[in-house]
């Protein structure tokens, strides 16, 4: 069965006739659906010739004879049969097929992976027809002096791609010269042109400009500029790898969008705006036509992994994805927040706090307490501590008058119990044997005067203690020092 592939819609369509024996896949009649041999195809092509509407350069590597269209009239003739205007159908590529139009022979075969689909079993199909697509069609930039000439357009509406810039790339050129192109494609897709839609004729000539591939490619609905699809071939899997990433790496400024971030937010995270960014996908020759357009062989720049076309497309880490983590992360915080303000149960009454924050205010808008888990709430808190308050201030009375019935201070002839209304005033009754207060006993140690040792009594005092009790409160304690301390070296 004749298979005859076709760079169909542009200039340098080169056509390729082949023998392909006892062919069954959809692909072995692309155009020729039912022929048993190519050789209708060749005397098709002869006879084009004859008419000077084909004509061959050469063969390629595999000895196929190559043709293209020549001149005007060929041109002419391929627009009436793909239904196209004259003016996209660029121009003939002269001489393309003199080395063997390789490089149209790789936008040949990356045209049938898009349109045949993928040959590994269950792979996805093919979108679109051969006319879905133009190839070298030429681009004015603004002034008119440079153009961007991609490889191939492809229109594919019925899946959400109204049009897609294919750069064929057969690793013969520097990556620094391939990215060089991604930028022409950001000044083309700046270009704006008039409106002439009659419900903006009452506007501002400013208002009333358009971009003009909207105008050109009605139905791209997809926001920020059209996506440009990168196919590289003929190296290795590592060296196409690498040169993929190494042309991300050089055209970075013209696809990963701007920075932005909310200044009300408290972390780092942000999101990135494609409206002046070029959307870039790639992939290799080889994964095209083992899985087709539609399977995962597309790595979009900056995201990881590989997609099909249509995931491909979508921007990573833009503001619908930014305002996703946000949600997950204010989802977190209520979360967090609802399980601390459940762990804040008052052990009094009862009561879960609903307030959005775990602090009270007290007296004269003061804040004095936080409410913590295990804790109380502000009224539990309240009450209990004026119920310590009450509790301290009668054990003090209690030790104050406790303390009043016992023996003064030896030395200042105060309460045993300390001054009243002093920081070192016990809330504690003090010990019956107890002989200096508080700030006395202070006092003495910051003197290093050793500890109280009372004076000794005297013999008429002894006397007297054997008539009747000594009227000394502390008589006992200074016959007991008497006993443990000898007469000499004695302070008292």
């Given at each position: 069965m004749a298979r005859c592939e076709v760079e169909a819609g542009g200039p340098g369509q080169q056509l390729r006739d082949t023998v392909i024996s006892g062919g069954a896949r959809p692909e072995d009649g692309l155009l020729r659906p039912g022929a048993a041999s190519n050789k209708a195809v060749r005397q098709a092509l002869g006879d084009l010739a004859l008419h000077g509407l084909v004509a061959s350069d050469g063969n390629t590597r595999e000895r196929h004879k190559t043709w293209r269209l020549e001149g005007a009239a060929g041109l002419d003739a391929a627009a009436v049969v793909l239904g196209m205007?004259?003016?996209?159908?660029?121009?003939?590529?002269?001489?393309?097929?003199?080395?063997?139009?390789?490089?149209?022979?790789?936008?040949?075969?990356?045209?049938?992976?898009?349109?045949?689909?993928?040959?590994?079993?269950?792979?996805?199909?093919?979108?679109?027809?051969?006319?879905?697509w133009s190839t070298e069609t030429e681009f004015l930039l603004p002034g008119g002096k440079r153009k961007v000439r991609p490889d191939g357009v492809w229109q594919a509406p019925q899946i959400g791609v109204p049009v897609l810039m294919v750069e064929v790339d057969r690793s013969t050129m520097a990556p620094a010269d391939v990215a060089a192109k991604f930028p022409r494609y950001r000044e083309l897709f700046r270009t704006k042109v008039r409106?002439?839609?009659?419900?903006?004729?009452?506007?501002?000539?400013?208002?009333?400009t358009v971009h003009w591939w909207r105008r050109a490619y009605p139905g791209h609905t997809r926001p920020g500029y059209p996506p440009v699809a990168l196919v590289v071939t003929d190296a290795g899997p590592v060296a196409l790898a690498n040169r993929q990433q190494a042309v991300a790496d050089l055209s970075a400024d013209c696809w990963r969008g701007r920075w932005c971030r909310q200044v009300r937010d408290y972390n780092?995270?942000?999101?990135?705006?494609?409206?002046?960014?070029?959307?870039?996908?790639?992939?290799?020759?080889?994964?095209?036509?083992?899985?087709?357009?539609?399977?995962?062989?597309?790595?979009?720049?900056?995201?990881?992994?590989?997609?099909?076309?249509?995931?491909?497309?979508?921007?990573?880490?833009?503001?619908?994805?930014?305002?996703?983590?946000?949600?997950?992360?204010?989802?977190?915080?209520?979360?967090?927040?609802?399980?601390?303000?459940?762990?804040?149960?008052?052990?009094?009454?009862?009561?879960?706090?609903?307030?959005?924050?775990?602090?009270?205010?007290?007296?004269?808008?003061?804040?004095?307490?936080?409410?913590?888990?295990?804790?109380?709430?502000?009224?539990?808190?309240?009450?209990?501590?004026?119920?310590?308050?009450?509790?301290?201030?009668?054990?003090?009375?209690?030790?104050?008058?406790?303390?009043?019935?016992?023996?003064?201070?030896?030395?200042?002839?105060?309460?045993?119990?300390?001054?009243?209304?002093?920081?070192?005033?016990?809330?504690?009754?003090?010990?019956?044997?107890?002989?200096?207060?508080?700030?006395?006993?202070?006092?003495?140690?910051?003197?290093?005067?050793?500890?109280?040792?009372?004076?000794?009594?005297?013999?008429?005092?002894?006397?007297?203690?054997?008539?009747?009790?000594?009227?000394?409160?502390?008589?006992?304690?200074?016959?007991?020092?008497?006993?443990?301390?000898?007469?000499?070296?004695?302070?008292?």
């Open positions: 205007v004259r003016s996209e159908m660029g121009g003939t590529a002269r001489g393309a097929g003199r080395s063997g139009a390789q490089h149209a022979m790789a936008v040949n075969e990356t045209v049938l992976a898009f349109v045949l689909g993928g040959t590994a079993p269950g792979a996805a199909g093919g979108v679109g027809t051969v006319r879905s409106d002439n839609d009659p419900a903006l004729a009452d506007r501002e000539p400013a208002d009333r780092d995270d942000g999101w990135r705006e494609y409206d002046d960014a070029v959307p870039i996908v790639a992939t290799t020759l080889e994964l095209l036509a083992e899985h087709g357009p539609l399977g995962p062989v597309w790595w979009r720049f900056r995201r990881s992994g590989r997609h099909s076309l249509i995931e491909a497309l979508e921007n990573p880490n833009n503001r619908a994805a930014y305002d996703l983590r946000q949600a997950a992360r204010e989802d977190e915080e209520h979360k967090a927040h609802q399980e601390l303000m459940d762990s804040l149960v008052c052990i009094d009454c009862g009561e879960v706090p609903d307030e959005e924050s775990t602090w009270e205010y007290g007296r004269q808008g003061q804040v004095e307490w936080t409410r913590r888990p295990g804790g109380r709430c502000w009224p539990c808190h309240q009450d209990r501590e004026e119920r310590l308050e009450r509790e301290a201030e009668e054990q003090l009375e209690a030790a104050r008058t406790a303390n009043a019935a016992l023996r003064p201070c030896w030395a200042c002839r105060g309460s045993s119990g300390g001054k009243e209304g002093s920081k070192l005033e016990l809330r504690e009754k003090a010990r019956p044997d107890r002989l200096e207060c508080p700030e006395c006993v202070q006092a003495r140690a910051a003197k290093d005067l050793g500890p109280l040792v009372l004076p000794v009594p005297t013999k008429r005092e002894l006397v007297a203690a054997l008539v009747s009790a000594p009227d000394d409160p502390w008589w006992e304690e200074r016959v007991l020092h008497a006993k443990l301390y000898p007469a000499r070296g004695r302070r008292v």
